[in-house]
């Protein structure tokens, strides 16, 4: 199946620093990722979507001045979270669109990345 | 606007035994619906989806869902829980290309 990878892991920074998300796919081309934000014991909260070769769309309520969003190639998208606060820490997980056989999308996903913001 | 419900936000069982885990689902037009699994620390991993046909789709380790257009339901059932089990397991409904709207997740605890 197709696989979809992020870095780092984990990463924990300090109030102020800016910190960056790489989420890669590794055995296929993916024109469009999604960019999800998870809080614990909560569901995925759909942050943007990047589409290669263009701006992102962001979902109502999230700042793109602040989640700089860039898919520079059809493998990569990269999200950097600026000037991060504390508040900002949470799970980071990244989905690539992939479409099944009779025309129909799914999304396969990354492992995610744990970010904690002292 | 579509939504999802998960109404169990965990669910104990024993090692062994059947379960079940509730979803329903809102929405005016047609749908496909998915069920994903999240273990410790990971992302969601696709466990199975309903696109179109039969509206009993299975996973291949154990677990099925029905489609159930009257009740709007999508309800994840497996016959015999084994430890491995043990997960957050996510609902999610698509009316189109790319958009995947999530329950809140149930959390199922296999216990020994």
């Known amino acids: 199946g197709a696989v979809v990878s992020q870095h780092p892991s984990r990463v924990i920074c300090k109030s102020g620093t800016s910190v960056k998300i790489e989420c890669r796919s590794l055995?296929?081309?993916?024109?469009?990722m999604f960019w999800y934000r998870q809080f614990p014991k909560q569901s995925l909260m759909l942050m943007a979507t990047?589409?290669?070769?263009?701006?992102?769309?962001?979902e109502q309520g999230v700042e793109k001045d602040k989640f700089l969003i860039n898919h520079a190639s059809l493998t990569l998208s990269t999200l950097t979270v600026t000037s991060a606060h504390p508040e900002d820490s949470s799970f980071y997980i990244c989905?690539?669109?992939?479409?099944?056989?009779?025309?129909?999308?799914?999304?396969?996903f990354g492992p995610g990345t744990r970010l904690t913001v002292l | 606007a579509q939504s999802v419900t998960q109404l169990d936000s965990q669910v104990p069982v024993f090692e062994e035994a059947p379960v079940e885990l509730r979803c329903n689902y809102s929405?005016?037009?047609?749908?496909?619906l998915f069920w994903y699994v999240q273990y410790p620390n990971q992302g969601l991993q696709l466990l199975l989806k309903y696109l179109s046909g039969s509206t009993l789709v299975k996973s291949i380790n154990g677990f099925e869902a029905e489609f159930n257009k009257s009740q709007t339901s999508f309800h994840l059932r497996k016959p015999s829980v084994h430890i491995s089990d043990t997960a957050e397991y996510f609902c999610a409904v698509s009316d189109r290309p790319g958009k995947l709207i999530f329950g809140q997740g149930t959390t199922l605890q296999v216990k020994p």
């Open positions: 929405s005016s037009v047609s749908v496909y």
């Open positions: 055995d296929f081309q993916a024109t469009t």
């Open positions: 990047s589409n290669e070769g263009s701006k992102a769309t962001y």
């Open positions: 989905s690539a669109r992939v479409r099944l056989a009779g025309g129909v999308d799914t999304q396969y």
